[in-house]
């Protein structure tokens, strides 16, 4: 099974991931090709980047990679408090080691875009590009923030069948209220699979990745070198373009000295499903402005401790942490920059949220499918 085992004393994640080879490993990678690795939408998984990854111009040109983070789809992982997105640019880093895949061309939406983003600051040999499609703020816009603040509740708490839809269809008002009916249907099948209240633990995990997330300074930005492109809906109001605009100002060690940002006539959240044709398109002349690459398996001339620890070294100078650069550095847990009042609050809303999940109301039937659609 496609999985990579991060095991370290004080942490376990088993990561799923998928590719577009024969048999969905990397092994099938062709070595002439460049190889694309994507993240994936918010409240998601690798399953959702298939607008991309059956998208013939990409999939004939590229080997692409797709992973699920440690708290969504297939990947499995110990809970803890720590859980950021310095955290999830760690796995994807030990990810590469262990796969040995090349440096690689970046797809990020959404949400994952800090952990792309991320990721170039501490491991820039590893990326050839960084595209970001539909940037939230750094921080959580406040209408935004108190919003999904009381419709987590909702959805994590509903005692029924019409509830529960309620939920749902503001998370869709929120990410893509202008998609066709069959694809909403989809969505809100997805989540009554994945994130029902009787699992509620994944979804305040989520939530608390999404809102207690920190900004990149302007420093940790400018020391990402390779060409960054963003992608951006035009009116979204969860991810208005004036902030990708004003991020893209940052990358001042980029080729350009900015990022180039692309708007698209759209109003969605999910913008790579959504507008899956148009985002593909101006992905790939993207690319295709980009240097030539191959994707011949790395001899790694520096061992993985040495490699990660100065990585964390790298952490502990961005983030003015001396104590950062001691930490175990196998440990994806040790990258973590939440303060100790967010560990503490993320381990409390968890445990709130564990008590009575078991006996909480399911939307499947007997057979693990929906009841209704």
Known sequence: MPYIDLVSGDDYASIWYDTNAPNGNVGGFDPAKPTVVMLHPLFLDSSWMYPQMDDHRLNSQFNIIVFDTRTTGKSVSR???????????????????????????????????????????????????????????????????????????????????????????????????????????????YWEVHYPPFRRTYVITNVNLLMNRTPLTPEELARITSPVFIIQAESSQTHPVAYAELISQHFINTPGGSASVFPVKASHGYLSLMSASIVNQVFIKFLSRQPPARSDPPRREVPLVDRMRAALVTLSKVRGDPSIADRDPLSPLSFSCASAEVIKSQEETRATYEKGQRNAFTPLGLDGRPLRK
């Not at 760690?90 to 983003?117: K, M, T, V």
């Not at 019409?162 to 209220?177: G, H, P």
């Open 79 to 189: 809970p803890t408090g720590k859980y950021d997105l310095w955290v999830t640019a760690a796995d994807l880093a030990l990810c590469f080691y262990h796969l040995r895949l090349p440096p690689a061309h970046i797809f990020a939406p959404e949400l994952n875009s800090y952990a792309g983003l991320r990721f170039a600051v501490l491991f820039p040999e590893m990326v050839l590009s960084l595209t970001l499609c539909n940037v939230p703020a750094q921080t959580e816009i406040r209408s935004v923030f108190e919003a999904l603040e009381e419709l987590t509740q909702l959805w994590s708490f509903s005692e029924d069948m019409e509830s529960f839809e309620y939920s749902c269809k503001e998370v869709l008002d929120f990410f893509a209220q202008d998609a066709h009916p069959d694809v909403q249907d989809d969505l809100v099948a």
